[in-house]
T-cell receptor
Framework: GAGVSQSPRYKVAKRGQDVALRCDPI?????LFWYQQALGQGPEFLTY????????KSGLPSDRFFAERPEGSVSTLKIQRTQQEDSAVYLC??????????FGSGTRLTVV | AQTVTQSQPEMSVQEAETVTLSCTYD???????LFWYKQPPSRQMILVIR??????QNATENRFSVNFQKAAKSFSLKISDSQLGDTAMYFC????????????FGTGTRLKVLA
């Protein structure tokens, strides 16, 4: 597609629910990134894929967070047993390398 | 580890005037990228300008230019002829040229352009 597409745009979850956030990167972009942006803060790195391989997941805050990209295109970020501190905007980005990402518009997750 | 610091939480500028946003960073790497991203209320991060550390010449993109001081680890953004549409959060970011390519972002500067 022309840009990075993320869905849903907004998600409200009750504490303890599982959620799945989807990212559809630009066609042909081998690199895909997930970032978490808390209110009033800059984005923080969560994880990185090169094609289907998850090469860096050092930013995932706990084992409740899981990301996958099984066919090297669409990626899903899953959060199990959501907690209030998981409330944030989750941004996805894709690129050919490191010289400049294209970001999606993000998913705003609110845990109540 | 790399760090990025933006010391101006908020700034304002009159339409058509010039404003400079500050950014400092810390790294032991010799080659890297630096970026300025704009984030309007729509939430999408938009790349404004990019600088490669091995290039001495400061990057420019139309009304946007940077002052890159590698020794001082400083990377400021100058916006000339400010427009109402420039109102947004601006984030400075550091990126590696190899490996993970992950970015380290600053905490942002909220810029308001006044009519």
């Amino acid at each position: 597609g022309a840009g990075v597409s993320q869905s849903p745009r907004y998600k409200v979850a009750k504490r303890g629910q599982d959620v799945a956030l989807r990212c559809d990167p630009i066609s042909g972009h081998v690199s895909l990134f997930w970032y978490q942006q808390a209110l009033g803060q800059g984005p923080e790195f969560l994880t990185y894929f090169q094609n289907e391989a998850q090469l860096d997941k050092s930013g995932l805050p706990s084992d409740r967070f899981f990301a996958e990209r099984p066919e090297g295109s669409v990626s899903t970020l899953k959060i199990q047993r959501t907690q209030q501190e998981d409330s944030a905007v989750y941004l996805c980005a894709s690129s050919f390398g490191g010289s400049g990402y294209t970001f999606g518009s993000g998913t705003r997750l609110t845990v109540v | 580890a790399q760090t990025v610091t933006q010391s101006q939480p908020e700034m304002s500028v009159q339409e058509a005037e010039t404003v400079t946003l500050s950014c400092t960073y810390d790294t032991s790497e010799n080659n890297y990228y630096l970026f300025w991203y704009k984030q309007p209320p729509s939430r999408q991060m938009i790349l404004v300008i990019r600088q490669e550390a091995y290039k001495q010449q400061n990057a420019t993109e139309n009304r946007f230019s940077v002052n890159f001081q590698k020794a001082a680890k400083s990377f400021s953004l100058k916006i000339s002829d400010s427009q109402l549409g420039d109102t947004a959060m601006y984030f400075c970011a550091f990126g590696m040229t190899s490996g993970t390519y992950k970015y380290i972002f600053g905490t942002g500067t909220r810029l308001k352009v006044l009519a």
